[in-house]
């Protein structure tokens, strides 16, 4: 603001003292501490109050001090703020000018309203800053953390809204005065006004601030796209809102005379409304059907779709342009019935139809108005809910905002507004603080500025040695404020100090901080543990003649990912030095299964003694490794034979089978011979083998083939068929444990009417 004559004429603060300065303009305007003030009485004494000061003043906008007080008295008297609220409007700009502020608005008009003067000069001075920060030439949208962060300060800096009511109030005066001087408004502020203020006004559900603050920035920030829209609009403001009080009243009447109770709301789309829409579904305004809208409340759903059946009778529908998400809600819960109606001069008119219930529910709810709005114009495919402050906002929205707009609105007389600070914040478990760069800091109430710097970044934390608040240098354990701006004191190197840890100096209050502290410390103290675990290493290596040996190669070696890994392990004594004597010893080189078959027979070992407990035998070899080839898959009496195999031990095959024959001819030194054990046949083990039918195709047959097994007391544990023209082949895997006791089986199946020929495959 300008300065100047802050005083009224004929004031001298200088002369008369800063005591007799505040006696002085309490006489002069007629006032004394004890005085009443409440209602249209303190609203008529507070302008009396403000006029001599703000008068001749000026803002920096070129706008008068006093104009300004009296078109934000005219918003809140617009929105049904009680005149005490009224009042405070002309104290926030005359304390000014005031020495000392507080002191002479407690005296005139109570502890209570210096209170709120208080607390909004305050945010004033918060907000100034953070608009500061945002620019004035970048025109994209602000990062939405940092959008966030302003909105819960705006909301979290005073115990009552009452102080964002009054600036709501004040922001839209300002943007109306320079729509009405036609000066160009800074972009800075239009967009602060779109992206933090039009979103708070829309939150607290003051919609009709809400809209007009949208619309004016929109035309600061976007003036011909907001011109090209005013010019495709056929009515004109008024003319559309005369037009959809027609409709609302018609349609009341209507629904009236059906005899259902409804309530019939309705207003115009406003030309920031309209764009959204179309940026946000790609539509034209031709296709933006809600320019004029109409919402239907009733008790009950049947109730919503009589309402809709009597709309559908009062005017024509358009087709495509009805969805029931009554019976289809949306994914966020959102409820509704949706139509698109032409009047009698063909102009479309969207409806809505819900209940009081779901109405509660799109206004407060996960898919409150609000969030829809707020979604962007990429929003349109859902909403996410936006955690524990969007959800106490709604909850609050609907009790405080009445409590605050009914203030004192039944009461004869006053004294003040009560006490602000009676009741908790709604968001005392944060404050927020500003860097020097004017970026908005997050904090838990209490917090220092050791939690501030962490926040920042970990290093800075760990370096951090002093803070300046507001300039002036502060212990570190000082708990800060919101609206505070902090600069940090970092050395160049160095870490943190263990009195932070202790929670009785208070350094430290946020949990993530703590952590930091504690990792900090924990580091240091595996660093330790790992230099000591190396020197014990280090110390066995020497002793051993092994100190050319590769650190992370002895580590892989024991099953550690790298050599700190072990140095670990070994400095926390879990691991022993004797594990690590015992990799560094040579190991006995174990034979080869060719060499140890090799030497086998050339000792001229006899055949295998029957009655070792084996199922297959190899001639002095009792241990070695035997497998059964799965080529002919032989079975106890079977003739077989066994092939060396390279890593895997003994293949045993049957004597007749093509594949033993070929690899005898190409290796005959690898053919070794093999018999069954005396036990195989007693422990009853099941072998499985090969059978194969060939047989004319007919129906029945592969269920008569497999009854004749099943006679037979022999288990099918697989089957293949394969068929060319009349003729099949089957092939069954057959589990058995002997051979022999395959012959009458295979004998039965050969007398399956159809079957040609049945054998071991």
Same mark, same amino acid.
């Given at each position: 603001?300008?300065?100047?004559?802050?005083?009224?004429?004929?004031?001298?603060?200088?002369?008369?003292?800063?005591?007799?300065?505040?006696?002085?303009?309490?006489?002069?305007?007629?006032?004394?501490?004890?005085?009443?003030?409440?209602?249209?009485?303190?609203?008529?004494?507070?302008?009396?109050?403000?006029?001599?000061?703000?008068?001749?003043?000026?803002?920096?906008?070129?706008?008068?001090?006093?104009?300004?007080?009296?078109?934000?008295?005219?918003?809140?008297?617009?929105?049904?703020?009680?005149?005490?609220?009224?009042?405070?409007?002309?104290?926030?700009?005359?304390?000014?000018?005031?020495?000392?502020?507080?002191?002479?608005?407690?005296?005139?008009? =109570?502890?209570?309203?210096?209170?709120?003067?208080?607390?909004?000069?305050?945010?004033?001075?918060?907000?100034?800053?953070?608009?500061?920060?945002?620019?004035?030439?970048?025109?994209?949208?602000?990062?939405?953390?940092?959008?966030?962060?302003?909105?819960?300060?705006?909301?979290?800096?005073?115990?009552?809204?009452?102080?964002?009511?009054?600036?709501?109030?004040?922001? @839209?005066?300002?943007?109306?005065?320079?729509?009405?001087?036609?000066?160009?408004?800074?972009?800075?502020?239009?967009?602060?006004?779109?992206?933090?203020?039009?979103?708070?006004?829309?939150? @607290?559900?003051?919609?009709?601030?809400?809209?007009?603050?949208?619309?004016?920035?929109? /035309?600061?920030?976007?003036?011909?796209?907001?011109?090209?829209?005013?010019?495709?609009?056929?009515?004109?403001?008024?003319?559309?809102?005369?037009?959809?009080?027609?409709?609302?009243?018609? @349609?009341?009447?209507?629904?009236?005379?059906? #005899?259902?109770?409804?309530?019939?709301?309705?207003?115009?789309? !406003?030309?920031?409304?309209?764009? $959204?829409?179309?940026?946000?579904?790609?539509?034209?305004?031709?296709?933006?059907?809600?320019?004029?809208?109409? /919402?239907?409340?009733?008790?009950?759903?049947?109730?919503?779709?009589?309402?809709?059946?009597?709309?559908?009778?009062?005017?024509?529908?358009?087709?495509?342009?009805?969805?029931?998400?009554?019976?289809?809600?949306?994914?966020?819960?959102?409820?509704?019935? !949706?139509?698109?109606?032409?009047?009698?001069?063909?102009?479309?008119?969207?409806?809505?139809?819900?209940?009081?219930?779901?109405?509660?529910?799109?206004?407060?709810?996960?898919?409150?108005?609000?969030?829809?709005?707020?979604?962007?114009? $990429? =929003?349109?495919?859902?909403?996410?809910?936006?955690?524990?402050?969007?959800?106490?906002?709604?909850?609050?929205?609907?009790?405080?905002?009445?409590?605050?707009?009914?203030?004192?609105?039944?009461?004869?007389?006053?004294? #003040?507004? =009560?006490?602000?600070?009676?009741?908790?914040?709604?968001?005392?478990?944060?404050?927020?603080?500003?860097?020097?760069?004017?970026?908005?800091?997050?904090?838990?109430?209490?917090?220092?500025?050791?939690?501030?710097?962490?926040?920042?970044?970990?290093? @800075?934390?760990?370096?951090?040695?002093?803070?300046?608040?507001?300039?002036?240098?502060?212990?570190?354990?000082?708990?800060?404020?919101? =609206?505070?701006?902090?600069?940090?004191?970092?050395?160049?190197?160095?870490?943190?100090? /263990?009195?932070?840890?202790?929670?009785?100096?208070?350094?430290?209050?946020?949990?993530?901080?703590?952590?930091?502290?504690?990792?900090?410390?924990?580091?240091?103290?595996?660093?330790?543990?790992?230099?000591?675990?190396?020197?014990?290493?280090?110390?066995?290596?020497? /002793?051993?003649?092994?100190?050319?040996?590769?650190?992370?190669?002895?580590?892989?070696?024991?099953?550690?990912?790298?050599?700190?890994?072990?140095?670990?392990?070994?400095?926390?004594?879990?691991?022993?030095?004797?594990?690590?004597?015992?990799?560094?010893?040579?190991?006995?080189?174990?034979?080869?299964?060719?060499?140890?078959?090799?030497?086998?027979?050339?000792?001229?070992?006899?055949?295998?003694?029957?009655?070792?407990?084996?199922?297959?035998?190899?001639?002095?070899?009792?241990?070695?490794?035997?497998?059964?080839?799965?080529?002919?898959?032989?079975?106890?009496?079977?003739?077989?034979?066994?092939?060396?195999?390279?890593?895997?031990?003994?293949?045993?095959?049957?004597?007749?089978?093509?594949?033993?024959?070929?690899?005898?001819?190409?290796?005959?030194?690898?053919?070794?011979?093999?018999?069954?054990?005396?036990?195989?046949?007693?422990?009853?083990?099941?072998?499985?083998?090969?059978?194969?039918?060939?047989?004319?195709?007919?129906?029945?047959?592969?269920?008569?083939?497999?009854?004749?097994?099943?006679?037979?007391?022999? !288990?099918?544990?697989?089957?293949?068929?394969?068929?060319?023209?009349?003729?099949?082949?089957?092939?069954?895997?057959?589990?058995?444990?002997?051979?022999?006791?395959?012959?009458?089986?295979?004998?039965?199946?050969?007398?399956?009417?159809?079957?040609?020929?049945?054998?071991?495959?």
């Amino acid at each position: 603001m300008k300065t100047g004559s802050l005083q009224p004429e004929g004031f001298d603060p200088a002369r008369e003292g800063t005591a007799s300065g505040a006696s002085a303009i309490l006489e002069w305007a007629d006032l004394s501490p004890g005085a009443p003030g409440a209602g249209q009485d303190m609203l008529a004494k507070a302008r009396v109050f403000a006029e001599p000061l703000l008068a001749t003043q000026r803002f920096d906008t070129g706008e008068g001090a006093l104009s300004h007080a009296d078109g934000v008295v005219q918003i809140l008297r617009g929105i049904g703020a009680p005149p005490g609220l009224q009042a405070a409007a002309y104290l926030v700009y005359a304390s000014e000018y005031l020495t000392p502020p507080d002191e002479v608005i407690a005296r005139a008009f =109570g502890e209570a309203e210096a209170q709120l003067v208080g607390a909004t000069r305050r945010l004033v001075q918060v907000q100034r800053s953070a608009r500061d920060a945002l620019g004035d030439e970048a025109d994209g949208p602000l990062p939405a953390e940092q959008i966030e962060r302003i909105r819960k300060m705006l909301l979290a800096f005073s115990r009552d809204l009452r102080v964002v009511l009054l600036r709501l109030a004040s922001r @839209l005066q300002t943007l109306r005065y320079y729509a009405e001087s036609k000066q160009e408004c800074p972009r800075a502020l239009a967009r602060e006004s779109m992206q933090v203020f039009a979103p708070l006004a829309n939150r @607290l559900g003051i919609w009709q601030i809400k809209w007009e603050l949208e619309d004016l920035s929109f /035309r600061f920030l976007q003036p011909d796209t907001y011109r090209s829209i005013a010019r495709q609009l056929q009515d004109k403001r008024l003319e559309r809102e005369r037009l959809v009080e027609a409709a609302r009243q018609r @349609l009341a009447a209507a629904l009236h005379e059906a #005899g259902l109770s409804a309530q019939v709301q309705g207003r115009p789309k !406003h030309l920031y409304s309209i764009w $959204k829409k179309m940026q946000g579904k790609n539509l034209s305004i031709d296709q933006v059907f809600d320019q004029q809208a109409l /919402r239907v409340i009733v008790d009950d759903v049947p109730s919503c779709y009589a309402a809709l059946s009597r709309v559908h009778e009062l005017w024509h529908p358009m087709a495509d342009e009805f969805s029931d998400y009554i019976a289809r809600p949306k994914p966020n819960g959102y409820q509704s019935l !949706h139509t698109v109606v032409q009047d009698d001069a063909g102009r479309p008119i969207e409806i809505q139809v819900r209940t009081q219930d779901m109405h509660d529910h799109a206004e407060s709810g996960v898919a409150a108005h609000w969030a829809y709005k707020e979604a962007g114009t $990429k =929003g349109y495919a859902g909403v996410q809910a936006a955690g524990d402050f969007e959800s106490r906002v709604a909850e609050a929205r609907k009790t405080v905002l009445r409590q605050l707009l009914a203030w004192e609105r039944d009461l004869a007389s006053s004294d #003040g507004l =009560g006490a602000a600070g009676d009741s908790p914040g709604l968001f005392d478990d944060r404050i927020y603080i500003f860097t020097p760069e004017g970026a908005i800091i997050d904090l838990p109430t209490g917090a220092t500025p050791v939690d501030f710097a962490y926040v920042l970044h970990t290093n @800075l934390g760990h370096r951090c040695r002093g803070a300046r608040v507001d300039g002036v240098m502060v212990p570190l354990n000082t708990p800060l404020s919101s =609206g505070q701006t902090v600069e940090i004191v970092a050395a160049k190197e160095g870490g943190p100090s /263990r009195d932070w840890l202790n929670a009785e100096l208070g350094y430290v209050r946020s949990p993530r901080a703590r952590a930091k502290v504690r990792s900090w410390f924990n580091a240091l103290a595996l660093q330790a543990t790992i230099a000591k675990g190396r020197e014990a290493v280090e110390k066995l290596l020497q /002793r051993a003649g092994k100190t050319a040996l590769k650190l992370d190669d002895l580590a892989s070696q024991l099953g550690f990912r790298s050599a700190d890994d072990l140095f670990e392990v070994v400095g926390k004594d879990e691991f022993s030095l004797r594990n690590i004597e015992a990799v560094l010893k040579p190991a006995e080189p174990a034979l080869d299964v060719d060499q140890l078959v090799a030497q086998r027979i050339n000792r001229g070992d006899s055949a295998p003694a029957p009655g070792d407990g084996k199922g297959v035998l190899v001639v002095g070899m009792d241990s070695l490794l035997t497998q059964l080839a799965r080529c002919c898959k032989p079975a106890p009496g079977d003739a077989i034979g066994g092939y060396v195999t390279r890593g895997k031990g003994v293949a045993v095959h049957r004597s007749d089978c093509s594949n033993l024959r070929q690899m005898a001819g190409r290796h005959p030194e690898r053919v070794i011979p093999v018999a069954w054990g005396r036990q195989a046949s007693e422990k009853a083990q099941n072998y499985a083998v090969d059978v194969l039918v060939e047989a004319h195709d007919r129906p029945g047959l592969l269920r008569d083939v497999c009854d004749a097994f099943a006679q037979g007391k022999t !288990h099918v544990s697989a089957m293949q068929s394969q068929c060319v023209r009349d003729r099949v082949t089957i092939t069954l895997t057959v589990q058995t444990t002997e051979t022999s006791r395959l012959a009458p089986v295979i004998a039965r199946a050969t007398q399956v009417p159809g079957v040609i020929k049945v054998r071991r495959k």
